[in-house]
């Protein structure tokens, strides 16, 4: 399995605290099966991101972890103004293995009222945003912000789930959504989005097991080997399908 969206690089955000912290981290995703792991601190007002920095981090936890798991370098860029900027004016600094794929991470507190024109702006710059984890935000988990998640699919982005919202680590609506958002075919990616060994670790295998049951082996493949593949090799995505209609609201009358 790959997993493309991972907070193992040491002292730079929440992950990780330590290189020790880090090598638990990268020894259980191998433990766990997954051969490659893109590490992608954040990138927002309250971290600052190098990729120099996170190159050297890299080389250090190869050295440190040998070969068992392929280590390669992204963000998790968060949706500001300010970020839009530094992106277009160099975006192999924050995609996924310095290709075309940023995973993009939307605010808590505010979604902006020009965002499809912000998205599309960022293809018209070669850049592919994948919208980060949108069952786990609360501004994207009501029906606006899952019908804005529909028309950024339908625009071309592609959506990356968490392994433990399917899980039910986070809670029931994290769980329930994600379930919807895959029953409707708007998920492409489903990522750890891991920051240490205990509470949110690098763990795969049981996301992927609930997906082969209810979608097939061939779905879970393309979410968790195939799509993240092509997306750290700047390739189109071999999984994208049309997203089904969305499931109807149940009323009760009395």
Same mark, same amino acid.
């Given at each position: 399995m790959i997993d493309i969206h991972s907070h193992f690089l040491p002292g730079l955000d929440d992950g990780a605290p330590s290189i020790e912290d880090a090598v638990a981290m990268i020894e259980m995703a191998a433990a766990d099966?997954?051969?490659?792991?893109?590490?992608?601190?954040?990138?927002? @007002?309250?971290?600052?991101?190098?990729?120099? /920095?996170?190159?050297?981090?890299?080389?250090?936890?190869? =050295?440190?972890?040998?070969? +068992?798991v392929e280590l390669l370098s992204g963000c998790d860029f968060h949706l500001s103004y300010e970020n839009l900027g530094k992106v277009l004016a160099a975006k192999s600094i924050y995609t996924l293995n310095q290709g075309k794929y940023l995973l993009t991470e939307f605010a808590t507190y505010g979604i902006a009222p020009r965002t499809l024109n912000v998205f599309h702006q960022l293809h018209l710059n070669d850049i592919v945003p994948v919208i980060t984890h949108p069952e786990r935000n609360p *501004? *994207?988990?009501?029906?606006?912000? *899952?019908?804005?998640? +529909?028309?950024?699919?339908?625009?071309?982005? !592609?959506?990356?789930?968490?392994?433990?919202s399917l899980t039910g680590h986070f809670g029931r609506d994290p769980q329930r959504i994600a379930r919807q958002l895959l029953g409707e075919r708007l998920v492409?990616?489903?990522? @750890? &989005?891991?920051? &240490?060994? /205990?509470?949110?670790?690098?763990?795969? @295998?049981?996301?992927?097991?609930?997906?082969?049951? @209810?979608?097939? =082996?061939?779905?879970? +493949?393309?979410?968790?080997?195939?799509?993240? +593949?092509?997306?750290?090799?700047?390739?189109?995505? !071999?999984?994208?399908?049309? !997203?089904? !209609?969305?499931?109807?609201?149940?009323?009760w009358f009395f």
């Open positions: 099966g997954t051969t490659h792991l893109v590490g992608t601190p954040h990138c927002n @007002s309250r971290f600052a991101f190098s990729l120099e /920095r996170n190159r050297a981090l890299l080389g250090e936890l190869r =050295a440190r972890s040998g070969n +068992r *501004l *994207l988990q009501g029906s606006g912000g *899952l019908k804005l998640v +529909r028309r950024l699919v339908e625009m071309g982005c !592609p959506v990356q789930i968490t392994a433990g492409h990616f489903v990522a @750890s &989005d891991a920051h &240490d060994t /205990r509470h949110r670790p690098p763990r795969l @295998s049981e996301a992927r097991a609930e997906v082969e049951k @209810s979608y097939g =082996a061939e779905v879970a +493949r393309a979410l968790f080997v195939e799509n993240p +593949r092509a997306a750290l090799e700047s390739e189109p995505l !071999p999984f994208f399908p049309p !997203p089904k !209609p969305p499931t109807p609201r149940r009323f």
